[in-house]
């Protein structure tokens, strides 16, 4: 036989005590998770069981079993070895039950949790005992071959068939279940034939047993009623689960059926499983790791195939054992003093608590003392007896857990070393002053004080020992000693009251009234002890002014350009060592009004809006006026407007707005007025449009003419929106021949058209008409414009001109000349010509076009190149066209001035005369020939030229007077290249340039010319 042995969820851990002083022999540690006591072992003949007991710095370990002590003796089968608790020859009657490990050092004693010792059954007795014959002789049916029953989780099972290694594969047709052992079959087949052998696996010992082979056999008369059956058959029920947290759970579904069936799960109330929920399409098992309290609930397996659907519920509770959240600490206390202690566990149902001391429940005897309450344990008036190890047991029906705390009462004589008297108090005359004594003792016992050698009156002490003095005077300055008393000694402290003169703050508290704009000082003087040093401290509305990092080293502020947010209380506060005052003054800030309030358009009309308001803030000045402002889409920002009343008084809180554009959009906002000035403006009213009316604004600047052959051109400025007074505005346009009485009319519908086009065949050139242009809209016609005369089109120029003309000047200039057409007649002007021209190698669409105006004959064309031809074209112009185009002539430019410029440039001064020589330049092939020299001087911001056909040229030189002079050649082709400039000096009294200087001189200017 064989038998499996658990000790299940069992935790000892032991909080070691921490002492003060020093007195502690070793740290505690509380790591539960690292001590836990379970074991499980394969029980033989001389089966040996170790229970560990997992606790550091105990010297004494003890175990109990079903609540009696375990007393091991020499020769029985209990030993305790390094608190391990040690049983052999294991015995399922004597040794199953609850065992729990106690520990004991000299700070106390701490129990650990229950561990329970099981012997698991033989379940190869119900294999042998287990006869399958029944239900397993079908054809194409559907079958269920049970397995033995076991009640514990550790256990797998598997079905071989036939032969071993030769296992049942799970599908949808085949299910094993984890729970019961049982293989389903939902529908057999003929493949299935054979023998079915059932094998059951412990995962603890890692060892497997299997039952008897069982037959699945054909029958014959199972034809009937059996090839198509309803899915659900055989269905096993899931039932009401517990689930732990965190834990995972399993949830098995199958059905029995033909087709076979369908297995889909889903939950009652609707809600999508999450990503952690696995789903074996499979076996149909649905599988819930990590389980919390929202994976609870009703769950739903359905079962369908084509002749119809079954289905079953199950519900998942949620539970979790107790978990710690709030723990007791190790405390330390004195003699008479008051503990409390609270732990906290999380846990559903919701656990109960309990406490322990040193391993013991509480004394029942101690109960109007000791208090637990829902986990809070509370102690009065503790004393030396109850030192010792405590603990905390929050459990539920699912488990329970432990924490540990040490508690230490101590008894010590009077002590000061760390709470000496101070050694100096301050104290201000005609106040209050306190002396703290707070010696260090346990248990508490008598304070008392005295003055120099005089014992005080016990009503100066207070119930904490510290002494109080009312009403200070001078007199009560002196030396003060605390003596302390208890059962174990006595102890003293003494200090010094010194006794300084109060604080007042001279200045009265008063009341300003200033005007915005204006600087004001609000003062603080003060009285004081002069051996105390001031801090003073502003306050604003109760708010903390801050002056930057140096503080306030004099009372009075000053506040410049003060303004409304300025305006409050200001609270000056002086503090010395020993007291404080303080004092307030209300400022108030008279400035222009706010802003009204609540501006809105009540009534409009085609040229008025009614306006009504409310009063702002008068900000300490009564209001005088009011004045209104409006804009539109078409205005530059808000502008004035005219109202009835004319003038708007202070109490005045509605006006009429005049001399509005009909049909146009009005904002309005209101400003209020006071003594002091004018203030912020309302908010602007909602946008109101005005009514329309008939036009009433002509088109300006009715003019025309220009136009194509039998046209007559009319041209206008169009009527602003703002002025159009309504929707469907338009144009009327009026015309007739000089002379004649009716008019011709023709409407223009769009508001922004500015010319109209007559053409009629019938229409003279150039011939006169008078013309006007009226306005309309939906409410009808308007006025018409001041009668203008234009004339119509005239006719294109007929001729082009003549004797056209084209001379070279230089290498980069043409004039061309031509003979004008007349000047106008009855059907044409001529108002200019178009004159074109271009490159040899250029084509004549690409030609540069220049325009004259008026009666030119001739036209200079700039910026040419140089020993190039050009080609040129005139023809005449005016409003109706160009006219024919003049029979092209060519021109070829002159070759380019000479690009060298003069060098070697050498000068000389004699007397009040400069003489200037330099090399003559000679130009290359393609430059025309040198014809003279133009010598540019500047005298002091004065030029002129000279010209000369020599390479030299002589010069006056004015006395005390300086030269910059430039060379240049010319030739036909224009002018040449600059030489460098020279700066002739100023030569004082007539006195020449040597020789030698002139040479000096001639080499400098040579080398430059060369760079």
């Keep these: 036989t064989q038998s499996v042995l658990y000790l299940l969820k069992s935790t000892l851990f032991l909080r070691k005590p921490s002492l003060l002083n020093s007195m502690l022999c070793c740290r505690v540690h509380d790591q539960p998770s690292k001590c836990p006591i379970k074991l499980t072992i394969i029980y033989h003949q001389a089966l040996v069981c170790t229970l560990i007991c997992c606790v550091s710095c105990a010297f004494i370990h003890r175990w109990k079993l079903n609540d009696s002590f375990i007393l091991p003796r020499p020769g029985s089968r209990y030993s305790l070895m390094g608190g391990n608790l040690h049983i052999s020859h294991l015995n399922k009657e004597e040794d199953v039950g609850i065992y729990q490990c106690l520990a004991s050092n000299s700070f106390g004693t701490i129990v650990s949790r229950e561990a329970s010792l099981h012997v698991a059954c033989k379940f190869l007795l119900y294999l042998k005992s287990f006869s399958i014959k029944t239900r397993c002789f079908v054809v194409f049916g559907f079958m269920l071959i049970p397995a033995p029953l076991f009640s514990f989780t550790e256990l797998t099972f598997t079905w071989i068939f036939n032969e071993y290694p030769s296992f049942v594969i799970q599908d949808t047709r085949r299910f094993v279940s984890q729970k019961t052992g049982n293989l389903y079959i939902a529908k057999v087949e003929p493949s299935d034939v054979g023998n079915y052998t059932c094998v059951v696996t412990n995962t603890v010992t890692k060892t497997s047993v299997q039952g008897p082979p069982t037959p699945l056999v054909l029958r014959v008369d199972g034809m009937k009623n059996l090839f198509e059956r309803k899915a659900g058959e055989s269905f096993q029920p899931v039932r009401f689960v517990p689930v732990a947290k965190s834990s995972t759970v399993k949830l098995e579904c199958f059905a029995l059926g033909n087709p076979v069936p369908t297995i889909s799960w889903r939950r009652v109330d609707g809600a999508s499983f999450g990503r952690k929920v696995d789903i074996n399409k499979a076996s149909g098992v649905l599988e819930i790791p990590y389980f919390q309290q929202e994976d609870a609930g009703m769950y739903e397996c359905v079962a369908e195939n084509s002749r119809g659907r079954n289905l079953v519920k199950g519900k998942l509770s949620f539970y979790a054992a107790p978990h710690l959240t709030e723990k007791p600490q190790d405390v330390q206390k004195t003699i008479d003093d008051s503990l409390v202690w609270e732990c906290k566990a999380s846990a559903k149902p919701k656990p109960s608590y309990r406490w322990l001391k040193n391993g013991e429940s509480l004394d029942p005897m101690e109960q109007d003392r000791i208090q637990v309450n829902n986990g809070l344990l509370t102690i009065s008036s503790l004393n030396l007896a109850d030192v010792g190890m405590y603990q905390c047991v929050a459990e539920n029906k699912h488990g329970r857990i432990f924490t540990n705390a040490e508690l230490r009462v101590i008894a010590i004589a009077p002590d000061f070393s760390q ?111 002069p051996t105390l040093d001031l801090k003073f401290t502003w306050f604003f509305n109760e708010q903390l002014i801050r002056f930057g990092s140096h503080g306030r080293s004099a009372g009075d502020i000053m506040i410049r350009n003060i303004q409304l947010q300025h305006a409050g209380k200001y609270t000056c506060a002086v503090q010395t060592k020993v007291d404080s005052v303080s004092i307030a003054t209300d400022v108030v800030v008279r400035g222009p009004p706010g802003p009204p309030v609540d501006c809105r358009v009540t009534a409009v009309t085609e040229t008025t809006a009614s306006l009504s308001w409310g009063p702002g803030m008068d900000n300490h000045s009564p209001i005088l006026s009011y004045t209104i402002q409006a804009r539109t889409p078409f205005s530059l920002g808000w502008q004035a407007v005219t109202t009835v009343p004319e003038l708007l008084a202070g109490k005045q809180l509605s006006a009429t707005v005049t001399d509005l554009s009909p049909w146009v959009e009005y904002e309005f ?60 505005f338009g144009y009327v346009v009026a015309f007739r021949p000089l002379g004649a009485q009716g008019w011709m009319q023709a409407a223009v519908t769009s508001p922004d058209a500015s010319r109209y086009v007559f053409k009629n065949e019938s229409i003279p050139p150039f011939s006169p008409y008078q013309v006007k242009v009226g306005v309309y809209n939906n409410r009808g016609e308007g006025p018409f414009s001041p009668v203008t005369t234009i004339y119509s089109a005239e006719e294109e120029p007929s001729r082009a001109p003549g004797r056209l003309r084209a001379r070279s000047i230089s290498a980069s200039e043409v004039e061309v000349t031509w003979k004008p057409l007349p000047w106008s007649n009855n059907r044409r002007r001529i108002l200019g010509y178009e004159l074109r021209y271009w490159g040899e190698k250029e084509k004549q669409e690409a030609a540069t076009v220049i325009r004259t105006v008026g009666n030119k004959t001739s036209v200079l064309i700039r910026d040419l190149e140089g020993s190039s031809t050009y080609y040129m074209s005139l023809r005449a112009y005016n409003s109706a066209g160009e006219g024919p185009q003049s029979s092209t002539v060519n021109v070829t430019t002159k070759k380019p001035p000479p690009s060298q410029a003069p060098v070697k440039i050498m000068w000389n001064t004699s007397n009040s005369k400069v003489i200037l020589k330099w090399d003559q330049v000679h130009a290359l092939e393609n430059e025309s020939e040198v014809t003279g020299y133009k010598v540019n001087q500047d005298k002091h911001s004065h030029p002129s030229v000279v010209e000369t056909n020599n390479t030299s040229l002589e010069l006056s030189l004015p006395v005390n007077q300086g030269y910059v002079i430039q060379i240049k050649p010319f030739s036909e082709g224009g002018e040449g290249i600059s030489s460098r400039q020279i700066t002739i000096p100023k030569m004082e009294g007539g006195t020449g340039a040597t020789r030698r200087d002139a040479r000096i001189l001639t080499i400098m200017f040579v080398c430059a010319a060369c760079q």
Excluded at 448 to 476: C, F, H, P, Q, Y
Excluded at 677 to 684: N, Y
Excluded at 702 to 718: H, K, Q
Aim: proline share 6%; with cysteine.
């Design 419 to 529: 709470n000496l008297l101070k050694a100096q108090t301050l104290a201000r005359q005609g106040g209050d002053v306190l002396i703290e004594c707070k010696p260090r003792m346990s248990p508490r016992g008598v304070i008392s004080w005295r003055k120099g050698k005089e014992a005080l009156r016990e009503i100066m002490v207070l119930d904490n020992g510290s002494l109080r003095i009312s009403n200070v005077t001078k007199l009560d300055a002196g030396i003060y000693t605390c003596v302390a008393r208890n059962q174990f000694g006595v102890a003293s402290s003494a200090g010094s009251l010194l006794v300084k003169e109060a604080t007042s703050i001279t200045s009265p508290a008063g009341h300003l009234d200033v005007t915005i704009g204006e600087s004001i000082v609000l003062p603080c003087q003060v009285s004081h002890d």
């Design 669 to 728: 906002r209101v400003l209020a007025a006071n003594s002091i000035g004018t203030g912020e403006p309302s908010k602007p009213s909602n946008k109101s449009r005005t009514k329309e009316t008939l036009p009433r604004v002509t088109p300006a600047r009715v003019n025309g003419g220009g136009g194509g052959r039998s046209e007559l051109v009319i041209t206008w400025e169009p009527v602003p929106d703002e002025l159009q007074s309504g929707p469907g």
